[in-house]
């Protein structure tokens, strides 16, 4: 399959709306003018299109979801938090090809009877804001939004929405929240956003990259993004390979795609002669997969049957001299730091797990902790209000289950005993 | 307190029970610049009337690019123009990692410690950059020049190291480069960083 949504991302002016027009921008947004709302929601739930951020769940039938007979208005709110360490894909959409996701959030508004679409960015991508505001204040004068878009009866606005530094922002209610001015801390649900929403209002939260496929969709029938890939897996799909790889990048391909042809072929295999030793499919809250699985299938249903997740296709390849117990504590730091503090066993448990993890790391853990590391995680997998006690867990879960050899050596030896190397490690001593 | 009697930590140690600095700079007063008070004029009408709070991020944002770093006084000030109460306010800059609630150097420096940034030397780019400054993560530099921080992922892990500076990027860093990028931070500013894909990607092909 030849790329789509980054067909031209290496273009200079890429960006920009003339480019895009030349290239049949917008032109989806027209065709879905001429269409009722329904007929819209309804040929993207045909497509099959599911949801990129990490889910997977099929869009149009959360479209379906949204509360038609509320009184209060109705919102999009674009999902572009992108934090999922591993995940970076989103980030080239909107700095390179803004106005598709402006053009999918005009269609998702008109699909579901919104008038306006919040994109909330992470604050850390203030120059890809600054790409897509720019794109927005193109987008106006040109009657692409705004008062009676295209000179339909349709109004639509875009407005970009900072964050400031919240990895619980991604999640959807939690975002909901920080755009309501509060802390970024999750919501029982249900209710869920389709019915109470952004300020108690019906909202559909997707993804950019979700976002991103709906003009193709309309513009070239369900039936052809369907078969574009697997069954229940269509549409084009942004990879992203980062960790011990030549050629780290984002990957557009067919789900029909293996894990193999994306770190072996297109991201050149693993760098300095070395050789595989594990995969994160899906950023770092999805079970680790070994060398002997490279040929799944990269879909969601492909990766679900090898035992992880698909998740957001943040893919990370690491090599023999990766040290398992100190990938576990880097993530689980990672979600110490991050952890919302809503729920007590993850606010509580992941400081618990780093510490015992760093213990270990540090030549001083005995056996008896690893039964630990088992029952703490199991008190935080799910009894919390969101995924994120599950997704913090997984690190320590998988990398106990296919590398305990790996915590016995570091218990029993008082050290790590792979050969230090500078590319995953504090100095040698310090070590 | 603990819910764990072998699990002492920190008063500090989740960002729930993070403390604004005590004795915190609250006497000088705070106001908008004319341009910051039309700015945020703009910003509020992208919201309900009825759901001015939805501002608040952004209203600190323009605080902290005027002072530096969020004041009480600045707090009190946001709080009353979004009606909300000050201590919602604070509820919301002790939460997000990117308010400062003291001074920091005219350079942060970002280094970003998650897995694929690690894997690609991050903690060698920490490493050297406290010896090079000689701070440790979470410290400013006594000329006020550089504060050292490390974060967690930034979102570019094919360009791993990545070292966010201020709100500016410098992808592709080489751990034994870090050094060097305090000296060209010195001399060039923020015109040593080499960007994001854009400026990146212009480069390599222009």
């Known amino acids: 399959m030849d790329p789509i949504l980054t067909k031209h991302v290496r273009e200079p002016n890429a960006f920009t709306l003339d480019f895009y027009l030349q290239h049949q921008g917008y032109d989806g947004l027209r065709k879905a003018l001429t269409m009722k709302p329904d007929e819209v929601v309804e040929l993207v739930r045909a497509s099959g299109l599911r949801g990129r951020g990490g889910a997977g769940f099929p869009t149009g039938m959360k479209w379906q979801f949204v509360d038609r007979k509320s009184e209060k208005p109705r919102y999009i709110a674009c999902n572009a938090d992108e934090s999922e360490p591993g995940t970076f894909k989103d980030h080239l959409l909107m700095e390179r090809n803004p106005h598709l996701l402006i053009e999918g959030c005009a269609i998702a508004c008109y699909a579901i009877g919104a008038k306006i679409a919040y994109i909330y960015i992470r604050g850390e991508f203030l120059h890809v804001q600054r790409v897509l505001e720019a794109a927005i204040d193109e987008a106006y004068p040109r009657g692409f939004l705004g008062k009676g878009v295209l000179g339909s009866g349709f109004d639509c606005d875009v407005f970009v929405h900072r964050g400031a530094g919240a990895y619980e922002a991604g999640e959807e209610t939690a975002l909901l929240e920080s755009l309501e001015g509060k802390r970024a801390q999750p919501r029982n649900k249900p209710p869920f956003p389709a019915v109470v929403g952004l300020y108690g209002a019906p909202t559909a939260v997707n993804n950019v990259e979700t976002l991103a496929n709906v003009p193709l969709i309309v513009l070239n029938g369900a039936e052809w993004y369907a078969g574009l890939g697997p069954e229940k897996n269509g549409g084009p799909k942004l990879y992203c390979v980062s960790g011990h790889v030549k050629r780290p990048g984002v990957y557009e391909a067919s789900m029909t795609i293996t894990l193999r042809e994306l770190i072996e072929g297109r991201a050149g295999g693993v760098r300095d002669g070395r050789t595989l030793k594990a995969i994160i499919p899906g950023g770092s809250s999805v079970p680790i997969l070994l060398p002997n699985q490279l040929d799944t299938q990269a879909s969601y249903d492909g990766i679900q049957k090898a035992g992880s997740l698909l998740g957001s296709a943040g893919i990370v390849a690491l090599d023999d001299t990766t040290c398992m117990v100190w990938l576990a504590e880097n993530l689980v730091h990672f979600y110490r730091h991050e952890s919302c503090g809503k729920c007590t066993p993850c606010r509580e448990g992941t400081d618990w797990l780093y510490k015992i993890l760093q213990k270990i790391e540090r030549g001083e853990g005995q056996m008896r902790d690893l039964d630990l590391l088992s029952s703490i995680s199991a008190n935080i997998a799910g009894k919390t209000l969101c995924a994120f006690g599950d997704a913090a867990v997984t690190p320590v879960l998988t990398t106990l289950q296919h590398f305990r050899h790996e915590y016995e050596a570091h218990i029993k030896e008082g050290r790590c005993t792979l050969p230090a190397d500078w590319r995953g490690r504090r100095s040698v001593a310090a070590h | ?206």
């Open chain 2, 1 to 206: 307190m603990t819910f764990h009697p072998d699990m002492a930590y920190g008063a500090t140690f989740h960002k729930s029970a993070r403390q604004l600095e005590p004795g915190m700079k609250d006497g000088v007063p705070f106001e908008y610049t004319a341009e910051n008070r039309a700015r945020f004029d703009e910003i509020v009408t992208r919201y309900p009337p009825d759901c001015r709070r939805s501002a608040v991020l952004p209203a600190l944002y323009l605080a902290q690019y005027q002072e530096g770093y969020i004041t009480a006084s600045a707090m009190r000030y946001v709080a009353a123009l979004l009606e909300m109460t000050p201590a919602d306010v604070e509820d919301v800059v002790s939460f997000y990692t990117m308010f400062y609630t003291k001074p920091v150097g005219k350079f942060v420096l970002q280094v970003c410690r998650t897995l694929s940034c690690a894997l690609n030397g991050a903690e060698r780019v920490t490493e050297d950059l406290q010896t090079k400054l000689g701070i440790r993560p979470g410290q400013t530099d006594p000329s006020g020049t550089f504060t050292l921080v490390e974060v967690e992922c930034l979102g570019a892990c094919d360009r791993a190291p990545v070292v966010m500076v201020n709100d500016a990027w410098h992808e592709c860093l080489k751990p034994e480069d870090a050094a060097k990028l305090v000296d060209d931070l010195r001399a060039r500013g923020e015109a040593a960083l080499s960007g994001c894909y854009h400026v990146v990607e212009d480069k390599r092909t222009g």
